[in-house]
C-alpha cells in the first residue's frame, strides 16, 4: 500500500514537473507580449528600425533579440541625431516614412514630433521611471551614461576626476565629442556647466582637446592612440576594452550623466505587432539586462535588474537632467560652448 502511495505521489510530482516545464515557454513569453501579438509579429516576419544609436551596438541588440525570435528580421537604418530626425520628418511629409521603430538620443528633438507616434506600452510599463519619458507613446529603450576612459599606454598618470580632466600636463591629450552631436552630448554638456561650475568648460578648452563628431570614432582615436583619454559613452567604449584594448573606464566620483533615449512606434508602421514584440522585449528585464551587461548601459526601470562592470551604485552619483531645461537652455549654452572650444560647423 505504501509502495502505491509513493508511487501515485512521484507520479503526481512528475505531472506536475513537466506542466512547470510546459507553461515556462508560455510564461516568459508573456514578459514579451500576448500569445496573439507574438503570432502577428511572426506573421508579418520584419520591421524597419531607425536608430542613432551605434550601428555596432545595436546589431548586438538586433542578434540577441533574434535568439528569442529568429522569425522576424530587424532591417536597421543608423543616422546621426539630425540627420535621422530630417529623415523622419522628410519621409513622413512626403508620405513615405517606412521606419516601424524610431530610436533616438534626443528626446527634446523627439517632442515635437509625438503626434506621429501610436498609443504603445510594454508589459511592465509600471515598472519604468516616469521621468525619463516624454510622452506615454515614447519610452527610454536604452539608457546611456558617461564615463571617462584613457589609454593605459599612453597616460601613466591617469585622472580620477572630471575636475582632472582640466589639469595643464593633459594639454592636447585629451577627445571631445562636440556638443552638437545629439542628445546624449547635450546632457554631458548640461551637466559638466550645472554640477561641474561655469567656468568647467573654459578650464577644459584650455586643454585643446581634439573634437570629434560623435563617440564611435573618439573611442576608435583612443584605441589607436590618436588620443590619449576623455568622456565616452561608456557603451561606445565599453566593447573595445572587452575586446582587448589597452582602455581603463572608470565612473568618477561628482557624478555621471545618465542620456533616457526616446523610442516609439510610428502610425504609419506597415509591421506594427513585428515593432511592438521587438521594444517589448529590448524593454524586458531580459533585454535590459542584455543592453547593460553586455554593451554598457543603464537602465531606467525603478529597479535595475544588474549594474555594468564597475558601477556600484552605493558609490556612483546618477544625474539625469531636468527635461524642461533641457528644451530651454540647448540652443543658447551649446551656441557657448562653440564658442569656447572654437567649433564651427
Not at 76 to 99: D, F, S
Not at 230 to 249: E, R, V, W
Amino acid at each position: 500500500m505504501k509502495k502505491k502511495i509513493v508511487a501515485k505521489i512521484v507520479t503526481m510530482a512528475g505531472i506536475a514537473g513537466l506542466a512547470i516545464a510546459l507553461a515556462a515557454p508560455a510564461m516568459a513569453q508573456q514578459e514579451f507580449g500576448s500569445s496573439e501579438l507574438i503570432a502577428a509579429a511572426k506573421a508579418e516576419g520584419k520591421l524597419v528600425y531607425y536608430t542613432a544609436n551605434f550601428a555596432e551596438v545595436e546589431q548586438q541588440v538586433i542578434n540577441a533579440f533574434n535568439k528569442r525570435f529568429p522569425e522576424i528580421k530587424v532591417e536597421m537604418v543608423r543616422a546621426p541625431g539630425g540627420q535621422l530626425i530630417t529623415r523622419v520628418k522628410t519621409e513622413a511629409a512626403a508620405g513615405k516614412l517606412i521606419a516601424d521603430v524610431v530610436d533616438h538620443s534626443d528626446r527634446a528633438l523627439m517632442l515635437p514630433l509625438v503626434d506621429m507616434f501610436q498609443d504603445y506600452a510594454p508589459p511592465n510599463a509600471a515598472d519604468y521611471r516616469p521621468d525619463a519619458q516624454i510622452s506615454p507613446k515614447l519610452w527610454p529603450r536604452a539608457t546611456l551614461v558617461w564615463s571617462i576612459a584613457y589609454n593605459t599606454e599612453l597616460v601613466k598618470n591617469p585622472p580620477k576626476t572630471w575636475m582632472d580632466l582640466t589639469k595643464p600636463e593633459y594639454d592636447k591629450m585629451t577627445g571631445q565629442v562636440f556638443a552638437q552631436s545629439g542628445g546624449t552630448t547635450w546632457t554631458r554638456i548640461m551637466f559638466e556647466r550645472q554640477v561641474l561650475g561655469e567656468d568647467y568648460w573654459k578650464k577644459q578648452a584650455a586643454t585643446h582637446p581634439i573634437l570629434y563628431p560623435s563617440g564611435a570614432p573618439m573611442a576608435d582615436s583612443m584605441v589607436r592612440g590618436e588620443v590619449a583619454m576623455g568622456p565616452l559613452l561608456y557603451n561606445a567604449i565599453y566593447p573595445k576594452q572587452k575586446d582587448g584594448a589597452p582602455i581603463k573606464i572608470f565612473f568618477p566620483p561628482e557624478g555621471v550623466p545618465v542620456n533616457p533615449y526616446s523610442s516609439g512606434i510610428p502610425k504609419t508602421a506597415a509591421h506594427p505587432n513585428a515593432a511592438k514584440l521587438f521594444l517589448n522585449w529590448c524593454l524586458s528585464n531580459e533585454g535590459q539586462t542584455f543592453m547593460i551587461k553586455e554593451l554598457g548601459n543603464l537602465t531606467s526601470l525603478k529597479v535595475a535588474p544588474v549594474y555594468p562592470e564597475g558601477f556600484d551604485p552605493k558609490v556612483v552619483k546618477v544625474w539625469f537632467p531636468n527635461f524642461d531645461e533641457y528644451v530651454k537652455l540647448h540652443g543658447p549654452w551649446v551656441a557657448e560652448w562653440d564658442k569656447t572650444f572654437g567649433y564651427r560647423q
